[in-house]
């Protein structure tokens, strides 16, 4: 599959951190599926696109790979990496495990203001789902528990989560673009939240992992219905 940099609106860089600026953008173009998996990746043409120059590109490019967004094959070719279910689940539980260790460290600091705020957030969340616009209720789900990620305080959670979780938002807006699937995430996050107003620690983090196991298997069984349909 050929990158076709034609279509691509607003995408030349106009701020000042350049490197950081083509990063975000490839980096949203994958997650995204504007860049759809298996892409070829030219980085002339997205140098062009871009209106930067090759370095910078170049520089985003080698990150991403490190974030496993990307694969080559030294002086053969570059491309979009493909979304792998099996190594998705991987990512799920490493996810659920950290934002648990989050949620354990940060909840003596959970009060009332705190519970408030992620109860906004979910009403959010569940106006999204009705409107069905995918993007805004992967955004408010990644808010919700943001929130208590940055809650704990641990500097080292935050940097890991957060590119494990790009990876996640890439498997989410591919398999759930009109958002059937994720109509228990409201409800999920209440439970979360009920959990917290007990002051009942083990079970909101049961309900946390819960919520984030559930996502990755409605991956999987919607998958198997697929190939079954076929």
Request: charged share 30%.
């Amino acid at each position: 599959m050929e990158l076709q940099l034609e279509n691509a609106k607003n995408a030349k860089i106009n701020r000042t951190f350049i490197k950081d600026e083509v990063y975000d953008k490839l980096s949203n173009w994958i997650i995204t599926g504007y860049l759809e998996p298996e892409t070829k990746i030219n980085i002339n043409d997205l140098s062009i696109s871009l209106g930067t120059s090759r370095t910078p590109v170049r520089e985003a490019i080698l990150k991403l790979e490190n974030e496993g967004l990307i694969i080559s094959k030294a002086n053969r070719w570059t491309i979009v990496a493909p979304i792998d279910l099996d190594s998705s689940y991987y990512t799920y539980s490493v996810v659920a495990s950290l934002e648990m260790l989050a949620l354990e460290q940060s909840f003596d600091k959970i009060d009332d203001i705190f519970i408030e705020e992620l109860e906004i957030i979910n009403e959010k969340l569940d106006l999204a789902f009705k409107s069905s616009n995918t993007m805004e209720l992967l955004n408010h789900d990644n808010e919700f528990h943001d929130k208590i990620i940055c809650l704990s305080g641990n500097p080292e959670i935050p940097p890991i989560i957060h590119t494990l979780k790009k990876k996640i938002q890439r498997v989410e807006l591919s398999f759930f673009k009109d958002n059937d699937g994720k109509h228990n995430t409201y409800s999920e996050h209440l439970k979360i939240i009920e959990a917290m107003k007990g002051n009942n620690l083990n079970l909101a983090k049961e309900c946390l992992k819960r919520n984030w196991y559930n996502s990755i298997n409605l991956v999987k069984k919607k998958t198997i219905n697929q190939k079954n349909s076929l």
